[in-house]
């Protein structure tokens, strides 16, 4: 939504869905399994020599339970398997 009304502002066309493929596959955006986020994760640490990672979880509209289950997962899983990929 944010995206949609801002892009508009500046005359830019809708986000659709092939962008967002896009961004997945060649972008910044890291989604999927534990397992797929810890290793696309940790090879952009990798690539970037970045001491750190923030994680920007979209609650858009995203029912509560589902958006405390990707922290769950992230913080139980993801990263103990980043930190395990980055040894």
Do not use: C, D
Not at 18 to 40: C, D, L, N, R, Y
């Amino acid at each position: 939504a944010m995206t949609g009304r801002i892009g508009a502002e500046r005359g830019w066309p809708r986000p659709n869905r092939e962008q967002f493929v896009h961004e997945i596959e060649h972008g910044a955006m890291i989604v999927g399994s534990p397992e797929t986020v810890a290793q696309k994760l940790a090879g952009v640490i990798r690539t970037l020599g970045a001491q750190r990672a923030s994680l920007k979880i979209s609650a858009g509209t995203l029912a509560h339970e589902h958006l405390m289950t990707s922290i769950e997962l992230y913080g139980t899983q993801v990263v103990p398997m980043v930190r395990e990929l980055l040894v």
